[in-house]
C-alpha cells in the first residue's frame, strides 16, 4: 500500500491531461530573420533544435545557422550571404537575387531567383525552377557540431548530389558548376 500512496503522491502535482513538453512554448519570432537589413545575423548550435526556419525580405546581410533544421525558406532576399546548418528535408529559395550561400540539405529548390552562387550539400538532386545565372559548387566546410548535426539531419557526408542540378527551365540558360569553391 505504500508503493501506490507514493506514486499518486508523485503525480498530484501533474494536474489531469498535462504533460511536462506541454509546457513548452515555442516563440515563432526565434526562428525567423525578417525585413532585416545590413545585419549580422547569427543562431548559435542548439538555438533552432531542428525546427523549421524561415528567412523572409533580408537586404545586405550576412546570416549564419549553426544549427541543424527541419526546412528553411528564404523569400525575396536581395544582396545576402547565408550558411546554413544541415537541414533535414528541403530549403527552398524563392523571388531572391544575388545571393551568396553554404548549404547542407537533402533537396534545394529555387523558384524566381537571379545571381544565385551556391556551395552546396545535397542528397537529392538541387531543382531549379525559373532561375536566372546560378552556380553550384560542393559543400567544403567544417565547424565542431556539424557532423552530430548531419546525423540529426539524417544526412549522410557520403552522398552529395549538388553536381547533378535538374533546371526546370532549361531555356534560361545551363548552370556551370564550380570545380574549386575557394579560388573561383
Not at 27 to 39: H, L
Not at 119 to 142: A, K
Request: glycine share 4%; proline share 4%; charged share 25%.
Amino acid at each position: 500500500a505504500g508503493e501506490v500512496g507514493s506514486v499518486k503522491s508523485a503525480t498530484a502535482s501533474v494536474s489531469e491531461g498535462q504533460f511536462s513538453w506541454s509546457n513548452r512554448k515555442l516563440d515563432i519570432a526565434n526562428y525567423m530573420f525578417s525585413k532585416r537589413s545590413g545585419e549580422v545575423l547569427i543562431k548559435r548550435p542548439d538555438e533552432v533544435g531542428g525546427q523549421q526556419f524561415i528567412i523572409e525580405e533580408c537586404e545586405d546581410c550576412v546570416i549564419v545557422i549553426l544549427d541543424w533544421m527541419a526546412t528553411v525558406s528564404i523569400d525575396e532576399c536581395k544582396r545576402c550571404r547565408v550558411f546554413l546548418g544541415p537541414v533535414e528535408s528541403s530549403v527552398f529559395i524563392r523571388d531572391s537575387e544575388d545571393l551568396q550561400c553554404i548549404i547542407a540539405c537533402q533537396q534545394l529548390r529555387t523558384r524566381d531567383v537571379t545571381n544565385l552562387t551556391a556551395l552546396l550539400h545535397s542528397t537529392s538532386q538541387p531543382s531549379i525552377e525559373e532561375t536566372e545565372n546560378v552556380r553550384f559548387g560542393c559543400f567544403t566546410f567544417f565547424y565542431a557540431e556539424l557532423q552530430v548535426q548531419l546525423a540529426r539531419a539524417n544526412l549522410s557526408p557520403f552522398n552529395n548530389r549538388w553536381f547533378e542540378p535538374y533546371n526546370f527551365t532549361p531555356k534560361r540558360g545551363n548552370i556551370p558548376l564550380i570545380e574549386h569553391p575557394l579560388t573561383d
